[in-house]
């Protein structure tokens, strides 16, 4: 497909544990970012891809949320001892580095939800 | 401190009845400002990108306006539909990558 795609589409945990989201950037994008979205709200920015590295992570809420990319391409948010305030829908976004008006295309988003 | 604010909220209109949506913000250094529209359920959707120079611009039934000096932008919808009902994001970069995001207006459009 073309669109960013974002897996899984629902995940549902018990507090304490460990989950991973993934994130498949349009291919050819630089750019990847992460967002959280809690109902009735924006999406509030947690980190920013470019290439390989984490070009911005000061969104992150603190040391139990990570996120890697180490191909440049797909990207993982990993999230420790989840919490039942963790719980949101996820937005991946890529942009090509190239667009000088750096639009940002938007996945489906994964909702996670905490027991 | 950067932010965004939107109104109304939410908004509910009668189908083919125009509306217009609201966006301030306090972000700067500006960039550009864009409008997005999001599905119940699914990923925000670009509509329009403005720069600093751009008044006015156009996308089908969707116009946007932009006010550098007062801040301020606003998304009209023309002869509205009922696939119109979603929320309608406005988000304001600067120079670097910060995107400051609204909190969205949730539009429905009645039969």
């Known amino acids: 497909g073309a669109g960013v795609s974002q897996t899984p589409s629902n995940k549902v945990t018990e507090k304490g544990k460990y989950v991973e989201l993934r994130c498949d950037p349009i291919?050819?994008?630089?750019?990847l970012y992460w967002y959280r979205q809690s109902l009735g709200q924006g999406p509030e920015f947690l980190i920013y891809?470019?290439?390989?590295?984490?070009?911005?992570d000061s969104g992150l809420p603190n040391d139990r949320f990570f996120a890697v990319r180490p191909e440049g391409s797909v990207s993982t948010l990993k999230i420790q001892r989840t919490e039942r305030g963790d719980s949101a829908v996820y937005l991946c976004?890529?942009?090509?580095?190239?667009?000088?008006?750096?639009?940002?295309?938007f996945g489906p988003g994964t909702r996670l939800t905490v027991l | 401190k950067n932010q965004v604010e939107q109104s109304p909220q939410p908004l509910i209109i009668l189908e083919g009845k125009n509306c217009t949506l609201q966006?301030?913000?306090?972000?700067?250094?500006?960039?550009?400002l864009r409008w997005y529209k999001q599905d119940t359920g699914r990923g925000p959707v670009s509509l329009t990108i403005?720069?600093?120079?751009?008044n006015t611009k156009s996308n089908g039934r969707y116009t946007a306006t932009l006010d550098a000096d007062t801040k301020q932008s606003s998304l009209h919808i023309t002869a509205s539909q009922l696939s119109d009902s979603a929320s309608y994001i406005c988000?304001?970069?600067?120079?670097?990558?910060?995107?400051?995001f609204g909190p969205g207006t949730r539009l429905s459009v009645l039969p």
């Open positions: 976004a890529s942009s090509p580095r190239q667009d000088s008006y750096n639009e940002q295309f």
């Open positions: 291919s050819g994008h630089t750019a």
């Open positions: 891809f470019q290439g390989t590295g984490a070009a911005d």
């Open positions: 966006c301030n913000y306090t972000v700067s250094p500006f960039s550009n």
């Open positions: 403005m720069t600093f120079s751009e």
């Open positions: 988000v304001v970069k600067d120079y670097g990558q910060n995107f400051v």
